[in-house]
């Protein structure tokens, strides 16, 4: 079951799990607030429908890619395709995160009827389930089982959490929560970056004849298979997730992964205001770790 595509689907999965978890219990926090606790099942029905829409969409994706006659530029353009919209919705989320919760009250309170609200709910999850959809491309086509697993994985460690938070009224700093899977999520682009390049130049070298100095090596470690580091093994599976890893590559992919990564990091880093020393060494500014953050409602607290 564990693969490179189990390990990075169920982290894809797991935050945007938990976003749409926490979309749901800021909408029906909000709902209750409003006083309109009669919306909160065609709440809870949008957001089954756009979970369904989610699977939909997988199933389109497998069905297009069966019927394409050169994969490999599917593959590398899917990849790049999800790095970018990994990249775009991390830096949404910085952005728009701490006062998600005001947004939506001030969404709903101007809507007065249960297709409003179904709308309204639908459309915010509906986003995050396509999302999930579209960044897991790249894994799905190529390892649909192992996709497939990661994704139950993922899905159910999210509503786990957010259960176990709205049950027991635990305060979480979705701020930090954010940060630190925006990194992680960060280090799994990368990878997606390096891999959609890498399958973009092998088509170029088979079917067009390119030998120039993008698709020379820039290194090849040699590792055999079956070794603990080579990338079929669960510990090379992880560590290609995790960071990108790969026990070659070619000019062009190294450098546009490492340069890719270089900027995200950057640029998230930028987003949450937190300084790249203090980072390193453990030491998150007060935009971080202060007062003020967005935290998941609880059942023992009316507060969003």
């Given at each position: 079951?564990w693969?490179?595509?189990?390990a990075a689907?169920?982290l894809i ?16 926090a ?5 006083g309109?606790?009669?919306?909160v099942?065609v709440?809870?029905?949008s957001?089954?429908?756009s979970v369904a829409?989610g699977?939909?969409?997988g ?13 490999e ?16 919705v ?13 947004e939506?009250e001030?969404?709903l309170?101007?809507v007065g009827?249960?297709?409003?609200v ?13 999302e999930t ?27 786990l ?13 979705l ?36 030998t120039?100095i993008?698709?020379?090596k ?14 079929s ?28 990564l ?18 390193v ?12 953050e967005?935290?998941l ?8």
């Open positions: 079951m693969s490179e595509a189990f689907i169920g999965s797991f935050r945007e799990g938990l976003e749409a978890a926490i979309l749901v219990a800021l909408i029906v909000v709902l209750k607030r409003l309109r606790q009669k919306y099942g709440a809870f029905t957001a089954i429908a829409l699977v939909l969409a199933w389109a994706v497998l069905r297009v890619y069966g019927g394409l006659p050169e994969k530029i599917f593959e590398g353009a899917m990849s790049l395709v999800a790095a970018g919209l990994v990249t775009t991390i830096l949404w989320m910085a952005k728009t995160g701490p006062r998600m919760a005001r939506i001030s969404r309170t101007v009827s249960a297709a409003g179904a709308v309204f709910t639908f459309i915010a999850v509906s986003r995050e389930a396509l959809v579209l960044m897991s491309t790249p894994y799905l086509v190529r390892d649909p089982a192992g996709s497939l697993a990661g994704l139950a994985f993922g899905v159910g460690a999210a509503l959490l957010a259960s176990a938070i709205y049950a027991f009224g635990v305060r979480v700093s701020r930090r929560f954010f940060l630190a899977t925006s990194i992680l999520l960060v280090l799994v682009a990368s990878g997606l970056v390096g891999y959609g390049v890498h399958e973009l130049l092998e088509y170029a070298e088979e079917d067009l004849g390119y120039g993008l698709a020379a820039a290194f090849d470690l040699g590792i055999p298979e079956g070794h603990p580091l080579h990338p093994s669960p510990l090379g599976a992880l560590l290609s997730v995790l960071v990108g890893y790969s026990d070659s590559m070619e000019v062009g992919r190294a450098a546009v992964q490492f340069s890719y270089a900027a995200s990091l950057a640029l998230v880093l930028r987003a949450y205001d937190v300084k790249l020393l203090s980072f060494a453990g030491i998150p500014r007060r935009g971080v770790s202060g007062g003020g967005a935290r409602p609880s059942k023992s607290s009316a507060r969003y």
